[in-house]
């Protein structure tokens, strides 16, 4: 407390009275929807967790006791088009033994065309059906890459990267207590040799996701682009220095790739209307694949999945609708998760030669109820229980804005400040701790309770491994792992500047129709009445 006497940002502390309103807005009284329409055991797993080579001998495994008698169906993306073609790229199997026959090759061959996963599918039962994505083991420890190493740098940890698409800090403390529970855990039980840090004042500098993730991917913090229409967020700029170092890069997001407002690999640049027929998929995906061949990524983990997944609800995006987004049985979110565990455990099984940088985009929480999010709530309570575990790996959970389409965050202070109250955490297993230093440890201590944005976090990855910036103890080179200045307020930031700064005081609030706005009221009422009056004895008659 008397550090925080000399600290010029101190975080907003919510009311009792906006608490119990945020939590009746929320519903979070109301039961969880859950994913239960699907058989909880998988049609086909394979054994290993990691292969050296796309040719690698895999041992599969498919049981299709479930299917009842009926054949499964096996599905890939169509390399040209992007999406499951099932005409083209479609097969049906009647026993096990043919099945995984095909798997061992198909595994390879989609491989090759830089795909991480296939879809199986059998019927169950009248209008019952059972479906999964069977994912490959990551591609590890390639001996002729340009960029490994011939011995690991030890000062090289992995870091891993969940990204909480419109989730605010007091969003995640109310809709995820499975997971703040799991957070606690961590940190007091002695079995586990980790901690969690909690980052109060991670300000979002603006009410939309482009801003903030540019500046963590490319370390550019200015406005100079119109979003939706000319922005990047120059992904290359941090992947490359990641690649460069040696590390196995991973980048997945749960967006559809041809979604007319694209997705974080296309820059959620506004795509116009969505593709239809073949020659448009080919067109879309050829220009798509020009963009993200440059961005130095191993691996895209399921992002591709995503189209096909939504096309079972007739969307195209998750930013609205529906409610719940099921896939086998489990909500979809959870399966980048599994998918982002089983690189980090081939990381291990393959000899920990080659480190790992994943960063995982998740949109659950991008909707208009701010209800969603609550679905996965116990898919990423396990998933960090797990992840604490992986002694070499540094997790980084942040989000990038709070809800900004809920009737919440239209018609209450309280929530439109939410829209800029972003959450960070860190898990530091003890290993980590000890390869990072005492120094950079008590500086991250220190700036859980100081005013940070993505742009620290930028400088905070790009440090590790870089001798000259790892060893600057300037904020400015090495983010979180030197100490913010006591005095930095939002006037030290690049944020809009309608953005409500997360520093208690820093914003005067009036009350709802306090009398001295009237007046703004009736001038604003009166331009519209007077444009309405212009366009009425203008416009022609019809």
Same mark, same amino acid.
């Given at each position: 407390?008397?550090?925080?006497?000399?600290?010029?940002?101190?975080?907003?502390?919510?009311?009792?009275?906006?608490?119990?309103?945020?939590?009746?807005?929320?519903?979070?009284?109301?039961?969880?929807?859950?994913?239960?329409?699907?058989?909880?055991?998988?049609?086909?797993?394979?054994?290993?967790?990691?292969?050296?080579?796309?040719?690698?001998?895999?041992?599969?495994?498919?049981?299709?006791?479930?299917?009842?008698?009926?054949?499964?169906?096996?599905?890939?993306?169509?390399?040209?088009?992007?999406?499951?073609?099932?005409?083209?790229?479609?097969?049906?199997?009647?026993?096990?033994?043919?099945?995984?026959?095909?798997?061992?090759?198909?595994?390879?061959?989609?491989?090759?065309?830089?795909?991480?996963?296939?879809?199986?599918?059998?019927?169950?039962?009248?209008?019952?059906?059972?479906?999964?994505?069977?994912?490959?083991?990551?591609?590890?420890?390639?001996?002729?890459?340009?960029?490994?190493?011939?011995?690991?740098?030890?000062?090289?940890?992995?870091?891993?990267?969940?990204?909480?698409?419109?989730?605010?800090?007091?969003?995640?403390?109310?809709?995820?207590?499975?997971?703040?529970?799991?957070?606690?855990?961590?940190?007091?039980?002695?079995?586990?040799?980790?901690?969690?840090?909690?980052?109060?004042?991670?300000?979002?500098?603006?009410?939309?996701?482009?801003?903030?993730?540019?500046?963590?991917?490319?370390?550019?913090?200015?406005?100079?682009?119109?979003?939706?229409?000319?922005?990047?967020?120059?992904?290359?700029?941090?992947?490359?220095?990641?690649?460069?170092?040696?590390?196995?890069?991973?980048?997945?997001?749960?967006?559809?790739?041809?979604?007319?407002?694209?997705?974080?690999?296309?820059?959620?640049?506004?795509?116009?209307?969505?593709?239809?027929?073949?020659?448009?998929?080919?067109?879309?995906?050829?220009?798509?694949?020009?963009?993200?061949?440059?961005?130095?990524?191993?691996?895209?983990?399921?992002?591709?999945?995503?189209?096909?997944?939504?096309?079972?609800?007739?969307?195209?995006?998750?930013?609205?609708?529906?409610?719940?987004?099921?896939?086998?049985?489990?909500?979809?979110?959870?399966?980048?998760? /599994?998918?982002?565990? @089983?690189?980090?455990?081939? *990381?291990?099984?393959? %000899?920990?030669?080659?480190? &790992?940088? +994943?960063?995982?985009?998740?949109?659950?929480?991008?909707?208009?109820?701010?209800?969603?999010?609550?679905?996965?709530?116990?898919?990423?309570?396990?998933?960090?229980?797990?992840?604490?575990?992986?002694?070499?790996?540094?997790?980084?959970?942040?989000?990038?804005?709070?809800?900004?389409?809920?009737?919440?965050?239209?018609?209450?202070?309280?929530?439109?400040?939410?829209?800029?109250?972003?959450?960070?955490?860190?898990?530091?297993?003890?290993?980590?701790?000890?390869?990072?230093?005492?120094?950079?440890?008590?500086?991250?201590?220190?700036?859980?309770?100081?005013?940070?944005?993505?742009?620290?976090?930028?400088?905070?990855?790009?440090?590790?491994? /870089?001798?000259?910036? @790892?060893?600057?103890?300037? *904020?400015?080179?090495? %983010?979180?792992?030197?100490? &913010?200045? +006591?005095?930095?307020?939002?006037?030290?930031?690049?944020?809009?500047?309608?953005?409500?700064?997360?520093?208690?005081?820093?914003?005067?609030?009036?009350?709802?129709?306090?009398?001295?706005?009237?007046?703004?009221?009736?001038?604003?009422?009166?331009?519209?009445?007077?444009?309405?009056?212009?366009?009425?004895?203008?416009?022609?008659?019809?």
């Amino acid at each position: 407390s008397s550090d925080l006497e000399n600290v010029s940002c101190v975080a907003h502390v919510s009311t009792d009275e906006d608490c119990q309103m945020a939590n009746k807005e929320y519903r979070n009284h109301q039961k969880i929807p859950q994913c239960n329409e699907g058989p909880e055991k998988d049609i086909c797993s394979i054994e290993e967790t990691w292969r050296a080579s796309p040719e690698s001998k895999l041992t599969i495994q498919c049981d299709l006791t479930i299917c009842k008698g009926h054949p499964v169906s096996v599905t890939g993306i169509h390399p040209l088009e992007g999406v499951v073609d099932k005409e083209k790229e479609g097969y049906t199997f009647n026993n096990s033994t043919a099945l995984e026959r095909f798997l061992g090759h198909f595994v390879i061959v989609n491989t090759l065309r830089k795909f991480s996963f296939c879809f199986l599918r059998c019927k169950t039962g009248r209008k019952k059906y059972a479906q999964q994505i069977l994912m490959f083991p990551p591609l590890l420890d390639i001996e002729d890459s340009e960029f490994l190493p011939d011995k690991k740098d030890p000062s090289l940890i992995n870091i891993n990267i969940v990204m909480l698409d419109s989730v605010s800090r007091a969003h995640f403390y109310r809709s995820l207590p499975k997971t703040v529970s799991t957070l606690r855990n961590i940190v007091y039980n002695k079995s586990i040799n980790a901690t969690v840090l909690d980052f109060e004042l991670l300000q979002s500098s603006a009410p939309f996701t482009f801003h903030n993730i540019r500046a963590f991917m490319s370390g550019k913090s200015d406005f100079d682009y119109i979003e939706h229409s000319n922005g990047t967020y120059q992904i290359e700029v941090l992947y490359k220095k990641m690649k460069n170092q040696g590390y196995y890069t991973l980048l997945q997001e749960d967006s559809c790739w041809f979604d007319e407002w694209g997705s974080l690999f296309t820059n959620n640049i506004f795509q116009n209307k969505t593709p239809h027929s073949r020659k448009e998929f080919q067109n879309r995906w050829s220009g798509f694949q020009d963009v993200v061949n440059g961005y130095h990524v191993d691996d895209y983990g399921l992002s591709y999945s995503s189209c096909d997944v939504f096309k079972q609800y007739n969307v195209t995006n998750q930013f609205n609708r529906p409610l719940k987004i099921c896939f086998g049985g489990k909500v979809y979110s959870e399966l980048f998760l /599994d998918y982002s565990l @089983s690189v980090f455990q081939g *990381y291990i099984d393959s %000899g920990k030669r080659q480190p &790992i940088f +994943a960063y995982t985009h998740l949109n659950a929480g991008h909707e208009v109820t701010g209800t969603r999010i609550r679905q996965i709530d116990y898919a990423v309570s396990g998933y960090l229980h797990a992840i604490a575990h992986e002694e070499d790996t540094l997790t980084l959970v942040f989000s990038d804005h709070g809800p900004k389409t809920t009737k919440f965050s239209f018609q209450t202070m309280e929530g439109r400040g939410e829209i800029y109250d972003s959450l960070l955490f860190a898990i530091v297993p003890e290993n980590v701790a000890n390869i990072l230093g005492l120094r950079r440890m008590r500086a991250m201590i220190t700036n859980q309770k100081r005013l940070l944005t993505t742009l620290d976090l930028h400088n905070t990855v790009i440090s590790i491994g /870089d001798s000259e910036r @790892s060893t600057s103890d300037s *904020y400015l080179k090495e %983010g979180l792992f030197s100490e &913010i200045p +006591a005095n930095r307020t939002c006037a030290d930031l690049s944020i809009k500047p309608s953005a409500v700064c997360k520093c208690e005081g820093w914003d005067q609030k009036f009350p709802d129709n306090d009398p001295q706005f009237i007046f703004l009221a009736e001038f604003g009422l009166g331009l519209l009445n007077n444009k309405i009056q212009d366009d009425y004895l203008t416009t022609p008659d019809a």
